[in-house]
């Protein structure tokens, strides 16, 4: 038995313990599938558009506003008076 793993990401709908998927996946009724779910991003559309980040990825707009206050942290700037 040849076993051949392809991946796809696809959305969905949680209902209970079944998720409605919004695409056909091209995968036979019945076929054991491995499924790993991660709860979409509930951030503001327009915040993660201000980030240029992916919708669904507030990891990324969390590692940008680490590395932004890291910068500024680290800015020699920061303690300068004028």
Sequence with gaps: MTI???????KGIVRGRTI????????PD???V???VCERSRLPKELVEAFGVAAGSPESVEAFLRQTYQDRENDPR???TL
Excluded at 20 to 27: A, D, R, T, W
């Design 20 to 27: 409605e998927l919004q695409e056909e996946v091209g995968i």
């Design 34 to 36: 491995d499924v790993t």
């Design 4 to 10: 051949i793993n392809t991946a796809q990401v696809l």
């Design 30 to 32: 019945g076929a054991v």
């Design 78 to 80: 920061n303690g300068a």
